[in-house]
């Protein structure tokens, strides 16, 4: 049987992957606000909506299945905040499944939708920026996760729970 290759790109290549990434969902997401974009797409203001939302999810399960191989060890540290992000992203995007029956762009799911996209595109770009400070990061990563993550000393090559169990710790004594 033949063997799977799985390649690891360096920093910039998957920094260059983030930055495709939110300017995808930035771009979907001006398709729904600018009248002369709507009318190049042929799309009503609701359709350009739930393809939004269409493309946010797979963009952003498909940025996660890419980042797979990588062990917190292999990312560094703004590139581990965005896989983080990303997945409660997707968390957050499963609360807004109900967009497919809306009628009316009022409707409860097409708001919830454009809230939570919103406070997404711009939590990535803060954390994505270079000058944004490392403390500063991990309270972006833990105000939108909801998580009390020990992020900053989160140890290379250890599971993403580990934050969790010293966080857990540290309550208890």
Known sequence: MGKKTVQVFPKHVVEGMFA???ASLKNSLD????????????????????????????????????????????????????RDIIEEFIDRLDGCEDIAQAKRTTHRGIRGFAK?????????????????????????????????LELARRLPGKSKGAGMILDISAKSI
Do not use: W
């Open 20 to 22: 495709e990434f939110i």
């Open 31 to 82: 398709c729904c606000y600018y009248p002369e974009m709507l009318a190049e797409t042929k799309l009503t203001p609701l359709q350009s909506i739930k393809a939004t939302y269409g493309i946010s999810k797979s963009d952003s399960e498909e940025v996660i299945e890419k980042l797979e191989p990588y062990t917190d060890a292999s990312l560094c540290s703004k590139h581990r905040y965005m």
């Open 116 to 148: 939570e996209i919103t406070v997404f595109l711009i939590n990535a770009h803060r954390v994505m920026h270079e000058d944004t400070p490392e403390e500063q990061r991990v309270e972006i990563v833990t105000g939108y996760t909801g998580k009390c």
